[in-house]
């Protein structure tokens, strides 16, 4: 058996050209035009790529994209009063706060103090709950993603044995209760689970999400099983840096029936996932149907 390539690059294209069809109509209809804020505090190299990315991606689907960068020094006080400015603003229907922070600052607090309803990243303690008990919720951009490309895969999800490796809050925890949210028998495995080998080899679905190079070797995996490969490892090889998954995607190629490549698999969808939930809750502040499709 050769996987079938799940192209992450092309799904997220897919889900922007509807993003961008559903904003043009909101201005045509309703005169409203989505806005995303996003906050950088300090100078990451990474932050700052993934932060234009998301700008640019923003306007090119139609949205109102406001950057706001600030000193790494910028104190809790002062980024507390920008959120809180932000929250206040009718026409920012999405905040995000990009991270990792400075050290000195708290990223609990600054991201509990985000409005939930405008909580894009769905990192707000409420909106952690909300997803919990299976209520409305904003949903992490990363697990909507990989949810969105199981349910294209698959049709409906029902009955299926799935297995989340990793138990972060931003992506084990809640790709389980997305996993659970759509009648999946779920099972979430980490680094001290007894037997994982055959742990993932019962599951139909498996979901790597722990930031451990090639972790996942082909013989885990369940002849057919759908295979979704969160991580993105740099390793030197041959005197090349390159970018990995959490799976030893040549081996599980061989017996899945549908993987997610490293890169140009999961990654895509996260940013196109934003704008998908920005364009949600722009709908919700403004008591207008969610778009169908781009929610959990």
Same mark, same amino acid.
């Given at each position: 058996? &050769?996987?079938?390539?799940?192209? %992450? !690059?092309?799904?997220?294209a897919k889900v922007r050209a509807q993003v961008a069809d559903k904003v043009a109509k909101l201005k045509e209809e309703h005169g409203i035009t989505p806005g995303l804020a996003v906050v950088l505090v300090g100078e990451d190299p990474a932050s700052q &790529?993934?932060?234009?990315?998301? %700008? !640019?991606?923003?306007v090119e689907v139609g949205m109102n994209s406001y950057e706001h960068k600030l000193d790494a020094?910028?104190?809790?006080?002062?980024?507390?009063?920008?959120?809180?400015k932000l929250n206040n603003d009718p026409a920012v229907h999405g905040i995000l706060v990009q991270l990792p922070l400075p050290k000195h600052l708290n990223e609990d607090l600054v991201i509990n103090a985000i409005n939930p309803a405008k909580d894009v990243d769905g990192f707000h303690i409420s909106n952690v709950g909300l997803l919990a008990t299976g209520q409305k919720a904003m949903v992490p951009c990363t697990p909507l993603g990989c949810l969105m490309m199981l349910r294209d895969q698959h049709g409906s999800l029902s009955g299926m044995d799935a297995v989340v490796i990793g138990r972060s809050n931003i992506v084990g925890k809640p790709m389980a209760q997305l996993l659970?949210?759509?009648?999946?028998?779920?099972?979430?495995?980490?680094?001290?689970?007894?037997n994982l080998p055959d742990v993932?080899?019962?599951?139909?679905?498996?979901v790597a999400a722990v930031g451990r190079p090639e972790m996942v070797p082909g013989d885990w995996i369940k002849e057919g099983a759908t295979v979704i490969d969160v991580g993105i490892n740099r390793i030197e090889r041959?005197?090349?840096?390159?970018?990995?998954?959490?799976?030893?995607?040549?081996?599980?190629?061989?017996?899945?029936?549908?993987?997610t490549p490293v890169p140009g698999g999961v990654g895509p969808m996260t940013i196109a996932c934003l704008l998908?939930?920005?364009?949600?809750?722009?709908?919700?502040a403004n008591g207008l149907p969610e778009p169908e499709g781009l929610t959990a």
């Open positions: 058996m &050769v996987a079938q390539v799940i192209d %992450g !690059k092309a799904f997220a &790529v993934y932060v234009r990315s998301k %700008g !640019k991606q923003t020094e910028t104190s809790e006080q002062d980024l507390l009063a920008l959120i809180d659970l949210g759509d009648s999946c028998t779920v099972t979430i495995a980490h680094s001290r689970t007894r993932v080899r019962r599951a139909d679905i498996v041959d005197g090349k840096t390159r970018l990995v998954g959490d799976v030893d995607y040549a081996s599980a190629a061989e017996r899945a029936g549908a993987i998908a939930n920005t364009l949600t809750a722009c709908c919700r």
